[in-house]
């Protein structure tokens, strides 16, 4: 019994030393791989962050495009479009939660809401007006406008109010949306007045479409 013990024994000792003399091979080769995988990994990654590059600055030049396209009143092309840029720029903002990536999300949603309003959609006008999380302003300043054409005088006041509580408008916007008050108040003469002297700084087509029907008393 206690032969085979020893004979037990030595075949153990015999199989570790075959095994620690080929451990600086097994380390080699171990090393080998780590390096290959990691050079992998790192060509990935390059390869990744300039595809990204790439297709954001395509993007961007798409956004601005589309902002172009929303002066004019090409809304069609602004929803078709837009609604694109907006599910790539969420993907964005995961990545890269910058608050310029934020802030283009936001313009996309007034582009959005600007065409949706000329269109007639007022559901999809509040979805992307309500969508609007850092240009409360804008948010504002559309919403009373929106009222005032569906001649909601006292919800266009409450929100011409949180309007003048941002502190962030522009006094052309203001002088716009007065005008619009007026006009609905039946003080056309009025409104055509204080219109006439913003008209010449209207970007959009859709505001300008307002200032014409109040100056030319339609």
Same mark, same amino acid.
């Given at each position: 019994?206690?032969?085979?013990?020893? %004979?037990?024994?030595?075949?153990?000792?015999?199989?570790?030393?075959?095994?620690?003399?080929?451990?600086?091979?097994?380390?080699?080769?171990?090393?080998?791989?780590?390096?290959? $995988?990691?050079?992998?990994?790192?060509?990935?990654?390059?390869?990744?962050?300039? %595809?990204?590059?790439?297709?954001?600055?395509?993007?961007?030049?798409?956004?601005?495009n589309l902002h172009k396209k929303c002066?004019?009143?090409?809304?069609?092309?602004?929803?078709?479009?837009?609604?694109?840029?907006?599910?790539?720029?969420?993907?964005?903002?995961?990545?890269?939660?910058?608050?310029? %990536?934020?802030?283009?999300?936001?313009?996309?949603?007034?582009?959005? $809401?600007?065409?949706?309003?000329?269109?007639?959609?007022?559901?999809?006008?509040?979805? !992307?007006?309500e969508a609007i999380k850092y240009k409360?302003?804008?948010?504002?300043?559309?919403?009373?406008?929106?009222?005032?054409?569906?001649?909601?005088?006292?919800?266009?006041?409450? !929100?011409?109010?949180?309007?003048?509580?941002?502190k962030d408008v522009q006094e052309d916007?203001?002088?716009?949306?007065?005008?619009?008050?007026?006009?609905?108040?039946?003080?056309?003469?009025?409104?055509?007045?204080?219109?006439?002297?913003?008209?010449?700084?209207?970007?959009?087509?859709?505001?300008?479409?307002?200032?014409?029907?109040?100056?030319?008393?339609?």
């Amino acid at each position: 019994m206690r032969d085979f013990f020893e %004979i037990i024994f030595v075949i153990i000792v015999s199989i570790f030393n075959s095994f620690s003399s080929l451990l600086p091979l097994f380390s080699f080769i171990l090393s080998i791989l780590f390096i290959i $995988a990691l050079v992998i990994l790192l060509i990935v990654l390059f390869l990744t962050i300039i %595809i990204f590059v790439i297709v954001s600055i395509i993007t961007k030049k798409s956004y601005l495009n589309l902002h172009k396209k929303c002066l004019s009143g090409d809304y069609d092309i602004v929803i078709s479009k837009g609604i694109k840029l907006i599910k790539w720029y969420k993907v964005i903002s995961k990545i890269l939660p910058f608050p310029n %990536i934020k802030k283009i999300l936001d313009n996309l949603n007034i582009f959005l $809401a600007i065409s949706f309003l000329a269109k007639n959609n007022n559901e999809k006008f509040i979805s !992307h007006i309500e969508a609007i999380k850092y240009k409360t302003n804008f948010k504002e300043q559309w919403y009373t406008i929106y009222y005032l054409i569906q001649k909601d005088v006292t919800t266009a006041s409450e !929100h011409y109010k949180k309007l003048l509580e941002t502190k962030d408008v522009q006094e052309d916007a203001i002088c716009f949306i007065d005008s619009m008050f007026l006009y609905e108040s039946g003080e056309a003469e009025k409104a055509k007045q204080k219109m006439e002297k913003v008209y010449s700084t209207l970007n959009y087509k859709f505001t300008k479409e307002i200032a014409e029907k109040i100056i030319n008393q339609n």
